[in-house]
């Protein structure tokens, strides 16, 4: 198994960056208009912290907890608990993405 290498936010940007611009090219290709879905899109940050959400679930085995937390019957509330502590503890292991930590909690909270 291979041995996870630390990345430093900067790299973890510069990828996030080469996501959302392929994500846009993709949808522009497909006939989408950019005015239309850019403003939906996650910033830089946001996107660095997805990633770091998905890390996070493989590598703290929470998929059996967050299949739980996103089943139908689970509840708003334990959705919105499981998102909070997994995102918690990324604006605690990187205070730089703290902002944009908040900023998707309020999305979830909004959607």
Same mark, same amino acid.
């Given at each position: 198994?291979?041995?996870? $290498?630390?990345?430093?936010?900067?790299? @973890?940007? +510069? +990828?996030?960056? #080469?996501?959302?611009?392929?994500?846009?090219?993709?949808?522009?290709?497909?006939?989408?208009?950019?005015?239309?879905?850019?403003? #939906? @899109?996650?910033?830089?940050?946001?996107? $660095?912290?997805?990633?770091?959400?998905?890390?996070?679930?493989?590598?703290? #085995? @929470?998929? #059996?907890?967050? %299949?739980?937390?996103?089943?139908?019957?689970?509840?708003?509330?334990?959705?919105?608990?499981?998102?909070?502590? $997994? @995102?918690?503890?990324?604006?605690?292991?990187?205070?730089?993405? %703290?902002a944009a930590v908040w900023e998707l909690l309020d999305r979830l909270e909004r959607a």
């Amino acid at each position: 198994m291979a041995e996870h $290498v630390p990345t430093s936010i900067e790299v @973890l940007r +510069q +990828q996030a960056r #080469d996501e959302l611009a392929a994500i846009i090219e993709h949808r522009c290709r497909a006939g989408e208009d950019p005015w239309q879905f850019i403003p #939906d @899109l996650p910033s830089v940050d946001q996107q $660095v912290v997805i990633g770091l959400r998905a890390s996070a679930v493989d590598a703290f #085995d @929470l998929a #059996d907890e967050q %299949s739980r937390a996103h089943h139908p019957a689970a509840g708003r509330a334990m959705f919105a608990r499981f998102e909070y502590d $997994v @995102l918690r503890r990324i604006a605690l292991t990187h205070p730089e993405l %703290s902002a944009a930590v908040w900023e998707l909690l309020d999305r979830l909270e909004r959607a």
